[in-house]
């Protein structure tokens, strides 16, 4: 560390001491646990401990992908993940941009207000709400298909080819306010000289959102997919653990309810650890290229 390096920490002292307790964080609850990936390469013992459970190399990696059930629940993940990503992922941006043309402040904030609170709402809760809505047991919506519209109850929750939208519809009700928080933060930094001056040469309330609006938060809306892509192979494990039921089990069972069956209630615990690696490898895999691609097409990109 050079001389002019070690000034600037000793005059910012207090503001790298503030540091310590994220640094330690990532330090004991996400880098140290990834000793434990040695397992995905072990046939783990507890008795013997990472260290002392033999080596198998690739075998539990060559079992998953040899396995029967490997590309239903490959595409469960990705399916599920898609629809989030197609109709979730543009609603906070919608939102974000309804709000920022709303100049009743009141109003506003109360609006806010009412599509934040779902977030806070723990995933038991929305599913039991949904339950409530929709079982074919005296559920609200099923009981007003069959005494308004003289049809037979839908089997909402437990149907194959409801699964989906139930997911989707529940992600968007839940996490489509919290996520407008971010958006808002990059529109609050638009320059109101701008739309003035927009207003001046005639512009129109669309043109303004297309034209200043729109490219003001590109960048943040960019950066938010290339992570979002990073958890494409995740979606959701309380979410569709909750879901999930003997009826809807061959479309809702996807890669995190199966390290969860396979490493606790089988106890297959290698092999849950490589389905793990497996999963956090392609995440890593498609943060880069999304990275990479942003970067081709004149975006800054996250790394």
């Not at 560390?1 to 001491?17: D, E, Q």
């Not at 709402?121 to 298909?145: A, E, K, P, Q, R």
């Not at 808002?184 to 200043?212: C, H, N, P, T």
């Amino acid at each position: 560390m050079s001389g002019k390096t070690w000034r600037a920490v000793k005059r910012n002292k207090s503001l790298y001491f503030m540091l310590i307790p994220g640094i330690l964080f990532y330090v004991i609850f996400k880098y140290g646990p990834m000793v434990g990936l040695i397992a995905a390469f072990k046939e783990y013992q507890p008795f013997l401990g990472f260290f002392g459970s033999p080596w198998v190399g690739f075998k539990h990696f060559q079992r998953l992908f040899g396995s029967g059930s490997f590309l239903r629940i490959m595409k469960n993940t990705l399916v599920i993940s898609g629809l989030n990503l197609f109709f979730y992922f543009p609603v906070p941006v919608i939102i974000a941009l309804l709000l920022n043309e709303v100049r009743v402040n009141w109003f506003k904030r109360l609006v806010q207000t009412v599509i934040y609170i779902p977030h806070f709402l723990s995933w038991v809760v929305v599913v039991g709400i949904c339950y409530s809505l929709f079982t074919t047991d005296g559920g609200i919506i099923n009981n007003f298909i069959m005494n308004v519209f003289r049809r037979d109850a839908v089997d909402f929750m437990g149907a194959e080819a409801w699964l989906r939208p139930m997911v989707v519809f529940q992600n968007i009700w839940k996490e489509s306010g919290w996520g407008t928080i971010i958006f808002l933060a990059a529109l609050a930094g638009v320059d109101i000289e701008m739309y003035e001056a927009a207003k001046l040469d005639g512009a129109s309330r669309f043109q303004q959102i297309w034209y200043i609006t729109l490219p003001a938060i590109k960048a943040t809306v960019i950066t938010m997919l290339i992570i979002r892509m990073g958890s494409i192979m995740e979606a959701g494990f309380d979410q569709m653990f909750l879901m999930q039921n003997a009826t809807n089990r061959q479309v809702s069972q996807i890669i995190d309810t199966y390290v969860y069956q396979m490493g606790m209630k089988n106890g297959q615990l290698s092999f849950a650890t490589a389905v793990g690696l497996f999963k956090s490898a392609i995440g890593l895999v498609l943060v880069l290229v999304s990275d990479r691609f942003a970067k081709k097409i004149g975006e800054e990109g996250i790394l």
